[in-house]
């Protein structure tokens, strides 16, 4: 009995050990490179040499199932792995990836992943094919659901309700990994403009130098346009407003474009140019390109202009990412939930 279990301990070990996660194989190269994993963090996780043709090996270690960043030399892909050996072998050309031929073994989630971008690729990048298997396919792993909105962000709602639909359908245990750690971080970031949330209480500068707050408005609606000279797209939707104003202005409701321009010359010439009748404000910090947002573009959670925002008599959030005719039916439906 005692060496039945001793042999029985001895598979588990073993089993657990052949589990961990390493890279290894074979690689025809153009030159001497390292290959190398990070995390989302840019922590490296495991790094060898490889020379063209010789066998390569990773040391072995234990990893959570997560989108990783994969270094082939100064080409890189992020892949999602596991806590599983990866074997590569075939042709690598780091200068050109396109010319590259590898195969792979043991990254059968980022397989999972790679089939749905194929599909999204196949039908000319439409934007409901890859939301249909993030916010509506309940059998894909959780990892897989979040790498694909993550590197496809673009082509999601980047509001606080979109962005908590796809983290209730992941299970609190499957929560653990960056990936989805980033969701997470990104819901309880954005609710604070969650719709029904109060609003940010700016404070900038008019035409006359006056400083004009967000609070000063408190019992009217609050037609808020995030804007800039340089935007065209901002500019045409300050058109479109001004051709309604007639029809839209009233006692309760204010209209404030606050121009994101980096020169106070340009937003003055931009109000001017586009005769805007209404109450016209300049943000100094400008417009934050990228990642990084400035105060009213963290505040409001925007990374792209044009922005329209209403805001309710009690400053509350009550429509957001207005375009076009979404504007005046934003405003209408306000007005109208008034009467009850």
């Not at 010319?99 to 059968?108: H, K, P």
């Not at 900038?204 to 130098?209: C, M, Q, T």
């Amino acid at each position: 009995m005692m060496k039945l279990l001793v042999s029985t301990l001895f598979m588990l070990l073993t089993l657990s050990v052949s589990a961990q996660f390493s890279l290894k194989g074979k690689l025809r190269t153009l030159r001497p490179l390292t290959i190398k994993v990070t995390d989302l963090a840019g922590k490296t996780v495991v790094e060898c040499p490889v020379k063209s043709g010789e066998e390569f090996k990773t040391k072995t270690v234990h990893i959570k199932k997560d989108l990783y960043n994969v270094h082939f030399g100064e080409y890189s892909e992020m892949m999602i792995l596991t806590d599983r050996p990866v074997i590569l072998k075939g042709f690598l050309n780091e200068d050109r990836p396109e010319e590259s031929s590898m195969e792979f073994d043991g990254i059968d989630l980022y397989m999972q992943y790679m089939d749905i971008m194929t599909k999204f690729r196949a039908s000319g990048s439409r934007r409901a094919v890859i939301q249909e298997a993030v916010e509506k396919d309940l059998v894909i792993d959780p990892v897989v659901r979040v790498s694909l909105m993550y590197q496809n962000k673009g082509f999601f709602e980047l509001d606080y309700e979109s962005y908590k639909r796809i983290l209730d359908l992941i299970p609190e245990n499957e929560r653990e990994a960056q990936v989805v750690k980033y969701l997470v971080d990104e819901v309880a970031r954005r609710q604070k403009f969650a719709l029904g949330q109060q609003a940010y209480n700016f404070t900038f500068v008019d035409l006359d130098g006056k400083e004009v707050s967000l609070s000063d408005f408190k019992g009217k609606y609050v037609l808020l346009d995030f804007s800039a000279s340089w935007c065209g797209g901002c500019r045409m939707e300050a058109k479109k407003l001004v051709s309604e104003y007639g029809e839209l202005k009233g006692d309760d409701l204010v209209i404030i474009t606050i121009s994101m321009d980096n020169r106070e010359k340009d937003w003055r010439r931009m109000v001017e140019e586009d005769k805007l009748p209404w109450v016209t404000l300049w943000n100094p910090e400008g417009f934050t390109k990228g990642n990084k947002q400035n105060v009213i573009q963290d505040a409001y959670g925007f990374y792209q202009i044009p922005f329209i925002v209403l805001i309710d008599k009690e400053g509350k959030i009550i429509a957001r990412d207005l375009r076009g005719d979404k504007v005046k039916e934003a405003i209408e439906k306000a007005r109208k939930m008034d009467q009850f």
